[in-house]
């Protein structure tokens, strides 16, 4: 077995060595912002309110929230980036964020920008995963009926054909550039529909290596079961499991749909028992490495550090495609960077889009590390202590 490395996730010379001392600053008063969930929400509100009137705040938006949590308006912006991360070792995705009408116009043009992000990605060697949401590809009111066994009308059976054939395009252009796709995890009421599109990916695409990988969320009561159902699926017809394992992101969504409509919620009951799932998840794809890949999507220190233990546990090389560790670009980078020191796979989510176009976006980035529970005091203390240490 080989040796375990000393990881610490407290080593803040490495979890901050590729930012500059005005970076630092800028990240304090990010963070300084999210900390205060009032001032946060004010903040959130007065930018849409700037935006919506066209009022030229786009520079100090670069300066804030999109410069911390975005790469930038466009891939070539980026790329620039992700080449920065690179140099200690961190490997990226870039994400398109920009949430489209919901017409044709813009499923089709969602589908080319992903594909653009692909064909870029593979001219370099730290860009090894596109990442492609089903619902920026077709309608989800047609996969919701799908997933009801409701009948569906030509227009909308056709419509549905083409998301199907824009999913296929996306993963057979990985396939043929060499990467891998991740595709996102969507609202239980049409996921078995998103589930059974991706398993139709993998059974073409995953024979020879992993290049699909689905999304687990292990908040649903039921996920480690479906995990488990993967597997088997995945031996029975001889592909490769892509499995990403991250704790959830609709939760609010489930609950407020469930009371409505009077059915059982899917979520779990309580955070420890999402814990337990998702710890008892990446062990079971580890233990079953000859099947399952996985990408450990989580901003929790405790799960990330069970993962490097279980890979020594289960003789995994760090070096190799088996497992990557994921996270958010501008979140957590004292797990990100201590990971990739110590010689580990680590895939930052880089999204990018115009400003205005990825409000929705940084608004659930800022709801989510302000509802977090010390999700951005954590983060704010350790940029704290990092500007002390460097007065010395």
Sequence with gaps: MPAQ??????????????????????????????????????GIGLTHFALKLHLPIKWIMKQTMFGH???????????????????YGVESCLDYSVEGKGDEESFERTTQEIR????????????????????????????????????????????????????????KTAHDL???????AEESWFQDVVDSLTYEAMEKYNKERCVVYNTFQMYRADMLGRLKEAKMLARELGFKLGA???????????????????????????????????????????????????????????????????????????????VFFGQLYGMS?????????????????VPYGPVEKVMPYLTRRAAENSSIAGQSSREFELIKREMERRKG
């Design 69 to 87: 949590f975005c790469g930038g308006e466009t891939i070539e912006e980026s790329v620039e980036d992700c080449k920065k991360l690179a140099e």
């Design 244 to 322: 990403k394992l991250v704790r959830g992101a609709y939760m609010e969504k489930e609950r407020e749909r469930a009371e409505k409509l009077g059915y059982a919620s899917p979520i779990q009951p309580d955070k420890a028992a999402t814990d337990r799932d998702y710890d008892a998840g990446v062990e079971f794809c580890l233990a079953n490495n000859q099947v399952v890949y996985l990408m450990s999507g989580s901003h929790n220190e405790n799960s990330n550090l069970l993962v490097v233990e279980l890979m020594g546990k289960f003789g995994i090389d760090p070096k190799s495609d088996q």
């Design 116 to 171: 653009q992000t692909l064909i870029e990605s593979a001219k370099t060697d730290y860009l090894p995963f596109g990442v492609v949401k089903v619902t920026g590809l077709g309608d989800y009111h047609i996969l919701t009926k799908i997933q009801a066994k409701e009948k569906l009308t030509q227009a909308e059976e056709e419509a549905f054909q083409r998301c199907k054939a824009r999913v296929d395009l996306l993963c």
């Design 178 to 184: 060499n990467l891998k796709i991740l595709i996102d």
């Design 5 to 42: 490395p000393n990881i610490s996730f407290e080593n803040l010379k490495v979890a901050f060595a590729s930012k500059s001392d005005a970076e630092l600053k800028r990240m304090y008063l990010v963070f300084a912002m999210l900390n205060n969930k009032t001032v946060s929400d004010i």
């Design 333 to 349: 980078d004292n797990i990100s960077f201590n990971l990739a020191n110590a010689g580990y796979r680590v895939l930052k989510y």
